[in-house]
């Protein structure tokens, strides 16, 4: 019986901490659960909609690919939920180079052209595999899923070249290289 009465006062007594929605309030500080909340008084529709998806990004760079975020800190009405998503545009022979998102997994959506998807445990990368520009939709199970581009993360350093001649096996001439173009000294 005393079971019953413990199951009727989960269902008749709600939580007074569940929220249709928790706008983050992003002049304040971010924690591993969110923003805090938006006085619900002062939310307004834009909170809710995100345009990015509609238009493509700017492809001409260095790995002919653009990527637009739809993250907390662009789409406020996310926060809390548990997902972001972002708009990926890669131009013939576009590259979005091998990375991790260490706060998110993610599932690639692609609307068109022909994109090969890698991955080797949590790094992943794409690659425009066909003539035409592609664009595919990425979804991620958290608002700020983050991002560590392998090659920025080992080049585009201020490392000395002799430590990461070490930890990648390339001889000096090619570190220094990789260094110029990802924007790394030393």
Do not use: W
Not at 85 to 110: C, K, N
Not at 155 to 175: H, M, R, Y
Request: hydrophobic share 45%; glycine share 12%; with cysteine.
């Amino acid at each position: 019986m005393l079971h019953i009465l413990f199951l009727a006062a989960l269902l008749f007594f709600p939580s007074s901490q569940a929220a249709d929605f928790c706008v983050a309030k992003l002049k304040g500080a971010g924690s591993p659960s969110g923003y805090a909340c938006r006085n619900p008084a002062i939310v307004t529709v834009d909170d809710f909609v995100f345009s990015g998806l509609g238009a493509a990004g700017n492809t001409t760079n260095i790995i002919s690919a653009a990527v637009t975020p739809g993250f907390v800190q662009q789409f406020p009405g996310v926060n809390g939920l548990g997902l972001s998503t972002a708009r990926l545009d890669l131009a013939p022979g576009g590259v979005i180079p091998i990375h991790t998102h260490p706060a998110a997994s993610e599932i690639l959506f692609v609307v068109y052209g022909k994109i090969t998807a890698g991955f080797i445990s949590s790094s992943a990368n794409k690659i425009n595999a066909g003539g035409t520009t592609a664009l595919a939709i990425v979804s991620f199970n958290s608002p700020e899923p983050g991002l560590q581009i392998t090659d920025f993360a080992l080049f585009g350093n201020n490392l000395p070249s002799n430590l990461v001649e070490k930890t990648t096996f390339l001889d000096d001439a090619q570190v220094k290289k990789l260094k110029g173009v990802l924007g790394g000294t030393g």
